[in-house]
């Protein structure tokens, strides 16, 4: 098997595990907030994780440099079996705990692995570790504090809002020509009405499920809904790069031989990472929406908002944060809003202790990785 083939299935096998753990980081909130069962949430973020990986082509050029460029020093030329030893490795942890139901974070398990499968092939030496701590550690450490405290502060606002949008909705009338807001209350008012021919706005119903209405409701449901897609998004757009990256190891660069070659990775990692969340991406769904902390519309909005905006805005800043960390830390600062007792703690103890040994556990295996594909390439 040429190395280019084997390439190409190890990014799409660690794009599949990247689905597979991924996808639920932001979809928890829809189940854990009763707004939708599993399969459709799961549907749901696939779809809008294939079309994030898709938008990383065109925003995401700084997160392929953070990971492909300065990370091994300069002159050191590495060796063929580092790029998909560290995918491997990588992948083999991120697969296990998929099966496990341990939301980790696939940044995380490609540092380590990075760090490991570098240590046993060009030496403590040959890796530039201030940029390995600074573009990427410390990032890392960062990201989960930074969610918990933007979810805890942020959330009266959102709820806020959304108390006064409860019971309420916009509704997009085509065969009236309107646009007609009604209240909790069944009150409606008119907001635009062209002066074209067709019927007037008469007789709106109090409720927008109420038979009768013709046209799309926009309700609280909505704005979840919305919130859960921009999440999964932003998620696409900030892991797919990190996985590509890793093939232009060690480039000044970081360009791809040929757009051939480069449209040929990006469809790959979608159709792979589509899969491996449509396939695999209940366990870990489970735990994030059912054991952690229970969840309204209101919390389950403001974990999305807090997920979409640090992950979107990080990605095209080439910060790479862990969705994982990002996602279920705004979880755990929505459960400590309403008090420590409504925390499920030993919940949140297994996703810790996942995320301190993912470290170690990527690097050992990506290391032992090496040694066996260094003997076949």
């Known amino acids: 098997m040429e190395l280019s083939l084997l390439a ?5 096998a660690m794009a599949y595990a990247n689905g597979a753990n991924d996808v639920s980081k932001a979809i928890a909130t829809l189940v854990g907030s009763g707004v939708t069962n599993y399969r459709t949430a799961i549907i749901w973020g696939t779809a809008w994780t294939v079309a994030g990986v898709c938008l990383s082509a065109f925003v995401a050029s700084a997160m392929l440099k953070t990971f492909s460029a300065g990370l091994i020093q300069p002159g050191i030329a590495p060796p063929p079996a580092l790029a998909p030893a560290i995918l ?17 974070s696939t940044t995380h398990a490609l540092a380590g692995a990075l760090v490991g499968a570098g240590l046993v092939s060009i030496g403590s030496q040959g890796l530039a570790w201030p940029a390995i701590t600074g573009k990427i550690g410390l990032p890392l450490l960062l990201s989960p504090v930074l969610a918990l405290v933007v979810s805890f502060l942020f959330h009266p606002v959102v709820r806020l809002v959304a108390e006064r949008w409860e019971g309420a909705c916009l509704c ?5 020509r309107a646009l007609v807001t009604i209240d909790a209350r069944g009150n409606t008012r008119t907001l635009i009405q ?3 021919l067709g019927q ?16 799309l409701a926009i309700g609280l449901d909505s704005i979840h809904w919305l919130s859960s897609g921009v999440a999964s998004l932003a998620r696409g757009a900030n892991d797919a790069p990190k996985i590509m990256a890793i093939l232009l190891l060690g480039s000044a660069s970081a360009s791809w031989p040929s757009v051939t ?10 159709l792979a990472m589509g899969l491996g969340s449509y396939i695999g991406g209940f366990r870990v769904t489970e735990v994030l929406a059912e054991k952690v902390t229970r969840m309204d519309h209101a919390e389950g909005l403001s974990a999305n908002l807090t997920t979409s905006s640090l992950v ?32 499920r703690w030993a919940t949140v103890r297994d996703m810790v202790l996942a995320w301190i040994v993912t470290l170690p556990v990527a690097a050992l295996l990506a290391a032992l990785a090496y040694v066996l594909l260094s003997r076949l390439i």
């Not at 997009?172 to 009236?176: E, G, K, T």
């Open 194 to 196: 062209t002066s074209v």
């Open 312 to 343: 979107l805005v990080s990605a095209t800043m080439g910060l790479p944060v862990s969705t994982t960390h990002v996602s279920s830390s705004a979880i755990i600062g929505i459960g400590v809003r309403k008090g420590l007792v409504a925390v």
């Open 200 to 215: 007037p706005v008469v007789a709106v119903p109090a409720q927008c499920e109420r038979a009768g209405l013709k046209g």
């Open 8 to 12: 190409l299935l190890l990014v799409m």
């Open 261 to 270: 070659v480069q449209c040929t990775m990006l469809a790959a990692v979608a």
């Open 172 to 176: 997009v009338m085509p065969a009236s």
């Open 88 to 104: 491997v490795g990588a992948m083999g942890w991120v697969l296990m705990a998929s099966r496990t139901g341990l939301p980790v």
